[in-house]
């Protein structure tokens, strides 16, 4: 028992430090502190269900084997202890997944200049969820009145529908994550298609960046000529916070030339109003981020290139400390032999992790036909307790971090991108932790499924029956999400994907394009962004019009027409979208 208080002690301290560190290291210093402590909540008690959930099922085995020898009222204690946790879990999860989180969001989200605005624009985008809480609050009422002891059966309800969602998402996201991580680190150890693989992504980012250059430099013309036109009234106020989110470097070149002086005000905004420039301002914080997005991407990309280039060298360090030349002789002799083999052996064990839970889901499948479960088997013949919490620990770790991979990887430009170096905006922040929350316990009920005869004894089964006595997702959950969650894996598997967009015509999302030309394009785009990063080390003022020139080069038809050629030929494989 001190053991297990130990270790839980442990692993409790580590998720503590590892959650500040996650929300420190992706959250934008501009984000709210009450948007980061509000993170860091719905994180640690998201990722707390993966300490619970073995140690409940230890005590409840120990129950069962020291029957004899415990006492009535410890063993009750400490079920309604643990019963009362999940409950806890639960509820605060639900609460925070389906009203306070969301609300949140949309009030991050939302471009107006005052709290009020904000939080009519956040109700107004929530209207739907309040709605649908209040027309199931009107029908419990209703059932309650009809039937005194419906009351169990409306929780049942509830917690049924509530999941319906999260195992929907943890079959989608578990089947991503199954095969995509494997592949990512066994083509990481093959160093050529990985370098291969960056120049493409340069490409891409390129791209972007190219976009959103233009998209900024139009809003720019539009915002100087709003200055003009609104010297001196009450909108003035607004304008200039707005101008204030974007570089001034960007309005240099613009100023200069008078012609945007001249321009006459565009009709749209003749009879200005609050809620266009609250639009506007809505739309500047997002390209902003965007921009800064893309140049941290590519900092992260230039120094993953030099390392696969084999441009990690050891020269310098003759007037350096004994201590700084041990450590920059560790890290070449690491990024020049080693790296590889660790990529290599990594993979092999995730896929083997893979493996095993796909065996589980499969057995979920086959439960009807198949008496034995051999998961739970292997982890029943193991006496060690300490042992058995380790692989139950690792098995759900894997399986929460394969669910999770999928939604630190989506990135939708203009809505959600989560990005490290700070560089996740607050809505963003709302959006993961809100669907962190929704899978966290489907994704333990599935992983309860796998190992069926552990589940029928611990209190977060006693807690979470009542979906096994709402027959209807039961017959549902047991039967179609398993086999879905394989589908899904074969389809990431074989790129099935990939070959479906190429038959139905869209072949644009896939990647066909000959590598050497995008190749050579990207050791170009890296090359400039080598050059443009030196040179801002020199001089920060010179370095910014650089970039401007650089931008108004991007943006000039002859470049655009050049990029338009390069994106019909370019193919993207789907799980490339996502990692990009």
């Known amino acids: 028992m001190q053991e297990e208080v130990l270790l839980f002690f442990i692993e409790g301290i580590l998720l503590i430090v590892y959650v500040f560190y996650l929300v420190w290291d992706y959250s934008a210093k501009e984000v709210p502190f009450y948007i980061k402590a509000l993170t860091y909540f719905s994180w640690i008690l998201t990722f707390s269900i993966v300490l619970v959930l073995p140690i409940d099922i230890l005590q409840q085995r120990n129950f069962q084997q020291q029957q004899n020898t415990l006492e009535n009222t410890e063993k009750t204690q400490l079920q309604q202890g643990l019963f009362l946790t999940w ?22 989200d939302s471009g107006d200049f005052f709290w009020r605005e904000r939080m009519k624009y956040s109700i107004k985008k929530n209207l739907l969820i309040y709605t649908v809480g209040l027309i199931l609050g009107i029908i419990i009422i209703i059932l309650l009145a009809l039937n005194s002891d419906s009351s169990d059966y409306i929780t049942n309800s509830l917690i049924g529908l509530a999941n319906f969602f999260g195992l929907f998402l943890v079959v989608l996201l578990l089947g991503f994550g199954l095969i995509a991580i494997p592949k990512r680190y066994l083509k990481e150890s093959k160093e050529e298609e990985v370098l291969d693989k960056c120049y493409k992504e340069s490409v891409y980012l390129e791209e972007q960046r190219t976009e959103k250059g233009y998209d900024i430099e139009e809003i720019c013309k539009t915002l100087l000529i709003l200055e003009d036109s609104y010297t001196h009234s009450e909108f003035q106020v607004y304008i200039s916070k707005i101008i204030a989110l974007i570089p001034p470097v960007y309005f240099d070149q613009i100023k200069q030339q008078k012609i945007y002086r001249k321009k006459e005000l565009p009709s749209e905004y003749q009879n200005l109003n609050l809620k266009q420039l609250g639009s506007l301002h809505k739309s500047v914080k997002q390209i902003v981020f965007d921009l800064r997005r893309i140049n941290t991407k590519f900092d992260i990309l230039l120094n993953k290139v030099k390392k696969l280039e084999r441009q990690y060298e050891i020269d310098s360090i003759e007037n350096q400390n004994f201590f700084i030349k041990i450590v920059i002789k560790a890290q070449y002799i690491w990024v020049n032999y080693f790296r590889r083999y660790y990529n290599k052996y990594i993979g092999y064990v995730f896929t083997s992790l893979s493996v095993i839970l796909m065996f589980g889901e499969f057995q979920v499948l086959m439960k009807q036909k198949i008496d034995i479960n051999i998961i739970s088997s292997v982890i029943l013949s193991i006496s060690d307790t300490t042992f058995t919490n380790i692989i139950l620990l690792v098995l759900l770790t894997y399986m929460m971090f394969c669910v999770y991979y999928g939604l630190f990887s989506m990135k939708i430009s203009g809505l959600i991108s989560f990005n490290n170096k700070h560089n996740t905006d607050a809505p963003s922040l709302m959006f ?19 190992t069926a005869q552990l589940d029928k004894s611990n209190q ?16 549902t959950f047991t039967i179609i999400l398993p086999l879905m969650l394989i589908i899904m894996s074969l389809c990431n598997f074989f790129n099935i994907g ?36 030196n040179s801002k080390s020199t001089s920060d003022e010179s370095s910014q019009k650089s970039s401007l020139l650089e931008l108004s080069k991007y943006t000039s038809p002859k470049y655009i027409e050049t990029q338009d050629r390069v994106k019909v030929n370019q193919i993207r494989n789907f799980d490339e979208i996502l990692n990009i």
């Open 87 to 108: 409950r806890i879990l639960y509820w605060s999860n639900f609460l925070l997944s389906w009203f306070i989180l969301p609300f949140f969001q949309d009030y991050e």
């Open 432 to 450: 993961g932790s809100v669907n962190f929350v929704r899978v966290s316990f489907p994704l333990c009920y599935n992983f309860l499924q796998m």
């Open 460 to 475: 977060f089964f006693n807690f979470f029956k009542r979906l096994d006595e709402f027959s209807v997702f039961d017959s």
């Open 498 to 533: 990939d070959r479906v967009m190429q038959a139905i015509g869209l072949g644009q999302f896939a990647f066909q394009e000959s590598p050497q030309v995008l190749s050579s394009l990207g050791k170009e785009i890296l090359l400039k962004e080598k050059q443009r990063k």
